[in-house]
């Protein structure tokens, strides 16, 4: 799994209704079904693979991170459309996962 995150001023259920409007409407070849979600996460299985957007506070902001394994620039461009792209962090896969995809 390849973990993504970013900062933003967007309250996290706002986060979680726009992630679930985006990967269900936007990525037709990906649409999403939503498999488990509350108004700090969510987790959507696609053809292409599982997302999973959690959401939490950090500094009075609010943090939000999202893994997947294959879908990884589905998920970049959502976490811009949160904040601007140069803010969107990603950390490096464990041992045994290749962040291929």
């Avoid at 509350?38 to 009075?60: F, N, P, R, V, Y």
């Avoid at 939000?64 to 589905?74: C, L, W, Y």
């Amino acid at each position: 799994m390849l973990i993504q995150e970013v900062l933003t001023d967007v309250p996290a259920p706002e986060v979680i209704q726009r992630a679930r409007e985006w990967f269900t409407l936007r990525l037709t070849p990906y649409g999403a079904f939503t498999e488990d979600a509350s108004d700090h996460h969510i987790k959507l299985s696609t053809e292409a693979g599982d997302l999973t957007i959690g959401t939490g506070t950090q500094d009075g902001r609010t943090l939000v991170r999202g893994s997947t394994s294959r879908m990884h620039h589905e998920l970049s461009q959502f976490l811009t459309t949160l904040a601007p792209a140069e803010e969107v962090r990603q950390n490096n896969p464990g041992p045994g996962n290749s962040g291929a995809g």
